[in-house]
């Protein structure tokens, strides 16, 4: 068999009508929904490879069970989007949405949780309060009725939740703007933005200088530092995310559980493996190392709610960054400062679960011009008029 | 261990195995003629023992419960229950080896091509995948036992590793002064010298010297697993672990044998030839039958000497090398060759071998086939510490160009094999470390150190690169036994497009197995080179991350596991002889109701009740500028709050938010004592002291006294009666009116006394030292006895603070939540000097409010649950946050979140309510006594 290419390397040209910064999810996404929409003469420049940052470190869970209004609209669509992602794309990215829980250990978990629920259900969204019989049932490997120093009381339980193979929707969107005409250009670093009367002309980089005058920042870590080339400040702080794997193990937990009372979260992939995180750092850093009181916490929470793993063993651990804004929402959209100029940023711990509604939404902003209403709550100016979209409660510990 | 020759047995699948005492499992199963010891994750092809160090996962079996345990390290127990895994039925006839027939209809990633179509038929594929994948199973009865603890170590030099680098370095460290912590992960000291004893002169002089000096401590059988931030090393020694924290640390870890690449190099019977000498020297087994040993290097022919000693017939030596220098002792010997494949079906049964052009071939019958054909240094420490390594082609390996700050390294794991070189490289790294904590203690240069590195004897002259991959276009050539990938499986990846190494490793899943990369990096890096038309240098390698063996989750989380935090006030003994019910309020335990709600309520609103609030948070703030730092902290003034007086306040951040309330007392002109709710107190401690590290130049002395104090709340009617035989101070309301703060002597005790009332009633929050609460409690009550005073507990409080709409931070307000529209607008003093918040909710009241905490009187007498929604035409409008039964009104009242427009007075919202909606009235006034004349009496 010949092994077919799933992005070919090309020649950088010195001008696109579309250039994406950021070889992640969302600006892959971003690109294969615009050539899907007719817009082909694309670049996506990566200064790494593609899924280097957020998109290879996350913990791959979906999910839509969100708080407000306007994000459980939104994270709807990129379930909705994600379930049909594989045939759209051709290529297996194994969502498996075994469910998703939320646990609660004590009664203003409880209350957050059935506000999330009741939201949820006014949405349209398949979310309910479960107890901890029917979370025995569903989890039965999991500490719900044995000593606990925080027993579980309730859950919030999300049947279409679940978790993808996150790797494999970057490759699959990268094969997708490949075939569709797009230019995946890897290690290749902007340097600079060049702006002329409040429009931007082009894009430099380490392999040269590209006209253009549609610009579409889609970093993480980096969103700052790209949106200052163009002289505008956004409000973020990043902060490393931490996670860790273990030796692949039979297969016993089909759910997500998370609890933010502990602090953690865990999953099991079709691999075998346990995939465990936490909350975000405290502390703002760009820091990629992990620390050793990470591991201890997770491992001390995880025994919780999993007494009988106390031999399973930590293969290893990472970190990943996450551009954070005061709300704990996205910032989508273009800026009236400077014309041709986007972002898709701010993604926090829930960037990757977005990356096909966010890729969508924006193509059909650059191809139309119009702001689709769903990405509206997200602009920018939200935060000079405080309109602010507050999912800081949901989306605590459960990306 | 070969002092005690007793010998025991232990079970393996379910059959008894002999083994000597101080064996390890692996060892005895050897011994036994068990070759086949597991089953491979992908194909379920035989494995068997291959390193005998830990490091590669052919020997994974569940040993008395554990999953995924390395018996080649592990030391056979009498009674020890065995257990192999991932094969059905059995590892010896395992049926799922039918995969092995399939494999070209699973090449790499082809599960990323299949399965999806239609879109039901993945569901299907993967209840049938997570049958089979994974490696050990859960433990679910016995997997929670075990003792686990932690220690907390310092020194000035760790050093990691006890082979020869490291036995020189941490001596030339000691000698020179500083203290040392050797951290080696065999039970005994001397590195790869234990079991290859005739490369250099015995050490056990050496060993000794390092054993008995006073200034190093040896800690065995413990491996360095992670190298974090600021040189705090993670160690592992069994079931504890220990955090290290080292000036100075060297890394001395050497390095691991790895494997040739060639067409059926995973059969039982192929084997590193460090593994073979371990076998041989630490487990005294044998190798029956013939052996054919493939090397590079002297090792090759030291191991086929040793095992000709032991009475294996060697039939050949396959040297890589054109012309080495090493004589075979009579031992045939092929020179320029290499092995093609290997055959046998459930053992080795020959060998093919051909010059390295890969013609003509020739097979030898054997047993056994020995590797020896280099080394990958074990320096995943020095990466995980930010040192730059760069592929050195001299080396054939890994070498530091730049070490982080305060790390050294020595021996094989920069290169020097040879032993003479190791030995002074420890020396010469050891005096580095001391020198650098101590200047004037010895002199470091050390020429005849400093050109071993240039002068040392390389191990194989002018091998070709990657030569340790064999020229053939076989397909089962194994790279990464953990994953079953194979050369084909890279070079069909990197033809796919991942032709980095990372996204190389993310879609052939090579490296991500057990052994994490430690058998396979060497030579996925030098085919990737390879298939890319690169080097090794620009190839480069996938991250190093901790931790760098294995490591239990029990063992991380320590005891904690069976002990946690459990935080109780000086009263609750007596709470819980009163048969109170407690609850969990973050980690402090808390009365919820002693009798009933509605007779506690009854005891405050008509005489006097008492509740524990030891948990609130309490902080004193002494020094000239306090009342500045107060001003900045808090939306509302301060710099008029009178000597003897206590105000409310809030505190927001940045933004405007909510984030928690109490009262500030003023006990002093320059001595405040303040009150946090019990959720934040210790979040509003940080707070304090950002704060405070950011302006150095103010005059606050800042102490907790959360855990000093004992607190209790006496409120209702009858509670100046009650306090008045208790003490001697003036409690009259002129002299001790509403918001006043005083310290006074209650039952013999200085306490501090705050006159306010979370509850509406007349009352007092006394704050006494710890060692006295139970006292003051109890005499408060005896006090009280003729007023029939009764304690309360927090079920009561609530409806009784609920009734005055006093909010709870964190429960009546969210992560959006400002105090203008939580009802509190009065606190926001726009008009002082700035004050964290200060431009966000100068901002908000310009914009006027959205949203607005109120308090409703529902129309049925039901009670909703908390978080129930409040609709505006069947649309998301607002949600509660509090409601219950309040007897005051005779019905169900509450707080909520609506929209702006909705809250004025009188207005009309609708709550839904298990599925219907229910309209409710807006009211601006509190429910109980809104003048406030109770609060005040």
Redesign the interface.
């Known amino acids: ?1 010949v ?5 070919q390397e090309h020649e950088l040209k010195d001008q696109y009508d579309v250039v994406i910064i950021g070889g992640g999810v969302h600006g892959l996404a971003t690109a294969y929904y615009l050539t899907q929409m007719g817009v082909r003469n694309i670049a996506v420049l990566e200064a790494k ?4 940052g957020g998109s ?1 470190r996350n913990t791959a869970i979906v999910r839509s069970n969100y708080r407000t ?1 306007e994000g459980i609209a939104f994270y709807d669509l990129s379930v909705k989007l994600y ?2 992602l ?2 759209d794309l051709e ?7 075994h469910g998703h829980l939320t646990l609660a250990h ?1 009664e ?1 978990g ?3 949780l ?2 999330r629920a ?2 949820n259900q ?2 349209g969204v398949n979310s309910r309060i479960i107890f901890p019989e029917e979370i025995q049932r569903i989890v039965p ?1 999991l500490n719900v009725f044995g000593h606990s ?2 027993p579980i009381q309730a859950a919030l339980y999300h049947p279409p939740g679940g978790i993808i ?1 996150h ?2 929707v970057v ?2 969107f990268a094969r997708g703007v490949d075939r569709g005409g797009g230019h995946v250009h ?1 290690k290749t670093e902007v340097t600079g933005i060049e702006v002329q009367n409040g429009q931007v002309e082009a894009v430099v980089t380490n392999r040269g200088r590209i006209k253009t005058k549609t610009v579409l920042n889609a970093t993480a870590g980096y969103a700052g530092l790209i949106s200052r080339m163009v002289g505008l400040e956004i409000p973020i702080e990043t902060h490393p995310l931490q996670a860790a794997v ?7 937990l ?1 759910s997500v559980i998370v609890s933010s009372t502990l602090h953690v979260y865990v999953s099991q992939t ?3 493996e346990l995939v465990l995180g936490a909350e975000v750092d405290d502390h703002a850093s760009y ?1 990629l ?4 009181s990470f ?2 916490g ?3 929470h ?3 709610l999993f ?12 970190a990943g960054l996450c551009d954070m804004t ?3 929402s996205p910032i989508m959209g273009g800026t009236p400062d400077v014309k041709g100029f986007l972002m898709t940023v701010g993604w926090g711990t829930y960037g990757f679960k977005a990356g096909p509604a966010s890729g969508y939404l924006m193509a059909e902003l650059i191809a139309s011009g119009k702001t689709p209403p769903k990405l509206e709550p997200f602009g920018l100016t939200r935060f000079y ?2 309109r ?1 979209v ?1 999912e ?2 949901a989306a605590s510990v459960s990306h | 261990m070969a002092e005690d020759h007793g010998s025991i047995e232990f079970e393996f699948d379910g059959h008894r195995v002999r083994a000597e005492s101080g064996q390890t499992v692996a060892g005895a199963l050897h011994a036994a003629g068990e070759h086949i010891i597991s089953r491979s994750f992908k194909y379920h092809r035989p494995r068997g023992l291959l390193c005998m160090s830990g490091r590669c996962p052919n020997c994974i079996c569940t040993v008395d419960g554990t999953p995924n345990v390395r018996i080649c390290t592990q030391a056979a127990k009498p009674g020890m229950v065995v257990k192999s895994q991932n094969a059905w039925p059995s590892v010896k006839f395992d049926l799922l080896r039918i995969f092995d027939k399939l494999h070209r209809f699973m090449p790499v990633g082809f599960y990323y091509k299949r399965m999806y179509k239609p879109r039901w038929m993945w569901p299907v594929w993967e209840k049938i995948i997570r049958r089979i994948a994974g490696l050990g199973t859960i433990n679910r009865e016995h997997g929670a036992e075990g003792v686990y603890d932690k220690q907390n170590l310092f020194t000035d030099v760790a050093v990691i590793g006890g082979g020869l680098a490291g036995l020189n370095a941490a001596l030339a460290a000691a000698d020179a002064g500083v203290t040392v912590t050797l951290i080696d992960e065999q039970p005994a000291l001397g590195g790869h010298l234990r079991h290859d004893p005739e490369l250099v002169e015995p050490i056990s002089d050496l060993i000794r010297r390092v054993s008995e000096h006073p200034a190093i401590t040896v800690i065995s059988s413990a491996g360095v697993f992670g190298c974090y931030e600021g040189n705090y090393l993670g160690i592992q020694q069994g079931q504890r672990m220990i955090r290290l924290r080292a000036a100075q640390v060297i890394v001395a870890t050497g390095c691991w044998e790895r494997p040739l690449i060639f067409e059926n190099n995973d059969l039982p019977g192929v084997m590193l030839a460090s593994g073979v000498q371990r076998l041989l020297h630490l487990d005294h087994c044998q190798f029956p039958g013939e052996a054919v040993v493939v090397t590079d290097n002297a090792q090759g022919y030291r191991v086929a000497k040793q095992l000709k000693a032991a009475g294996t017939r060697v039939s050949a030596i396959i040297d890589v090398r054109d012309n080495p220098s090493e004589t075979a002792d009579g031992i045939r010997t092929f020179r320029g060759h290499t092995i093609i494949s290997a055959s046998g079906s459930r053992h080795v049964n020959g060998a093919v071998i051909a010059p390295l052009a890969g013609h003509p071939r020739q097979s030898i019958s054997c047993r056994w086939i020995v590797q020896a054909v280099g080394f990958t240094p074990a320096n995943s420490l020095l990466y995980q510490n930010g040192c730059k390594l760069r592929y050195d082609e001299s080396l054939d390996q890994a070498a530091v160009i730049q070490h982080a700050p305060a790390m050294h390294s020595a021996g094989t794991v920069n290169g020097l094999h040879d032993p003479r070189d190791a030995a002074s490289d420890g020396q010469r790294a050891g005096l580095a470390a001391a020198e650098a904590l101590c200047s004037p203690c010895l002199s470091v240069s050390n020429p005849s150190v400093e050109t071993a590195l240039e002068t040392q004897s390389h191990r194989g002259e002018t091998a070709p690169m990657c030569h340790y991959v064999s020229p053939s276009d076989a397909k089962k050539k194994f790279v990464c036994l953990c994953e079953d990938v194979t050369e084909k499986d890279i070079c069909d990846a990197i033809d796919e497009g991942y032709s980095n190494i990372e996204t190389l490793k993310r879609y052939s899943t090579v490296s991500m197995g057990p052994c994490q990369g430690k058998m396979c990096q060497s030579a996925s890096i030098a085919i990737c080179a390879r298939h890319n038309g690169q080097s090794i240098a620009e190839t480069g390698v996938t991250t190093a991350r901790p931790p760098e063996q294995p490591l239990p989750l029990g063992v991380l989380a320590g005891r904690t596991l069976h002990f946690s935090l459990i935080r109780r006030t000086p009263m609750h003994a007596w709470h819980e002889q009163a048969g109170a019910k407690m609850g969990d309020a973050g980690n402090w335990k808390r009365p919820q109701v002693y009798s009933s709600v509605p007779q506690e309520y009854e005891a405050v609103r008509q005489r006097a009740g008492l509740i524990d609030v030891s948990t609130l948070g309490k902080i004193e703030l002494r020094g000239a500028d306090v009342v500045q730092f107060l001003e900045f902290i808090y939306p509302n003034r301060f710099a008029n709050l009178k000597l003897g007086r206590v105000r409310y306040g809030v505190i927001c951040d940045d933004a405007g938010i909510l984030l928690d309330d109490g009262t500030i007392a003023r006990l002093g002109d320059d001595r405040f004592f303040l009150t946090t709710t019990t959720g934040n107190a210790d979040a509003i401690d940080s707070w304090f002291r950002w704060w405070l590290a950011a302006r150095p130049e103010w005059d606050v002395r800042m102490t907790n006294v959360s855990a000093s104090y004992a607190a209790m709340n006496l409120a209702g009617p009858r509670s100046r009666e009650v306090l008045k035989k208790l003490t001697d101070a003036d409690l009259s309301s002129d002299a001790m009116p509403y918001l006043a703060a005083s310290e006074c002597t209650i039952a013999g005790v200085s306490v501090i006394v705050l006159r306010i009332g979370f509850v509406g009633e007349l009352g007092y929050e006394i704050h006494v030292p710890s060692q006295f609460g139970l006292h003051v409690w109890e005499a408060i009550l005896e006090a009280g006895r003729e007023f029939s005073i009764a304690p309360f507990g927090l079920e009561a409080q609530r409806v009784l603070r609920l009734e005055k709409k006093h909010l709870l931070p964190g429960i009546d307000t969210d992560a959006l939540s400002n105090p203008l529209e939580a009802d509190l607008p009065w606190i926001v003093k726009l008009d002082k000097a700035d004050f964290i918040g200060k431009e966000s909710l100068a901002r908000a009241q310009q914009r006027g409010d959205r949203n607005k905490l109120i308090g409703f009187r529902l129309s049925e007498p039901v009670v909703p649950d908390l978080a129930s929604l409040v609709l505006c035409d069947g649309k998301l409008g607002g949600r509660i946050t509090s409601c219950g039964y309040s007897p005051a009104v005779g019905g169900t009242i509450g707080l909520a979140w609506v929209p702006a427009n909705l809250a004025g007075n009188g207005q009309t919202i609708q709550i839904q309510v298990n599925g219907r909606t229910i309209p409710a009235v807006v009211q601006d006034e509190p429910f109980y006594d809104p003048s406030g004349a109770k609060l005040k009496s």
Do not use: C
């Open positions: 068999m092994a077919q290419r799933m992005w490879y593609v899924g280097f290879g209004p379930e049909q594989a045939a290529f297996n990215v194994m969502f498996s949405q004590n203003r409880v209350t957050g059935t506000e009741n939201t006014l949405m490997d120093r925080f193979r790797d494999a490759w699959a890897q273990t030796e692949p193990l039979k297969p016993f089909n079709d691999r075998g820091s190392r992990g620390t050793l591991l201890e997770a491992a001390t995880l025994l919780e007494p009988h793993l106390a031999n399973v063993k930590i293969l290893r651990q990472w005061p709300d704990y008029e405080d602010l507050g800081k409660a």
